[in-house]
Nanobody, 118 residues
Framework: VQLQASGGGLVQAGGSLRLSCAASGSIFSINGMGWYRQAPDKQREFVATITRGGSTDYADSVKGRFTISRDNAENTIYLQMNSVKPEDTAVYYC?????????????WGRGTQVTVSS
């Protein structure tokens, strides 16, 4: 299973950006998918997750500004980032839980850089 994140870039504070993450490979279904981020010299942190059924969860720091969505047919998730702040600057990684043979396997994408200028 491969996860390919895209959509990162440079954006001014207050602006918007939309990230995408497409899963490919030997996939029958995917359970939870999500976004995490890692800023320079900081640990990777949770941003948002979405279940296959569409239930979502967000970090307090992004609630009301970011929206996670999902296209199960395309095995793709999105992160709509609005009203971005300089502290949102980080590499954003997507994550997926893939069930297989009674187990669940966790996969990470390579990440996409988001830089917010003040």
């Amino acid at each position: 299973v491969q996860l390919q994140a895209s959509g990162g870039g440079l954006v001014q504070a207050g602006g918007s950006l939309r990230l995408s993450c497409a899963a490919s490979g030997s996939i029958f279904s995917i359970n939870g998918m999500g976004w995490y981020r890692q800023a320079p010299d900081k640990q990777r942190e949770f941003v948002a997750t979405i279940t296959r059924g569409g239930s979502t969860d967000y970090a307090d720091s992004v609630k009301g500004r970011f929206t996670i969505s999902r296209d199960n047919a395309e095995n793709t998730i999105y992160l709509q980032m609005n009203s971005v702040k300089p502290e949102d600057t980080a590499v954003y990684y997507c994550n997926a839980d893939v069930p297989r043979g009674g187990n669940s396997y966790n996969y990470w994408g390579r990440g996409t850089q988001v830089t917010v200028s003040s």
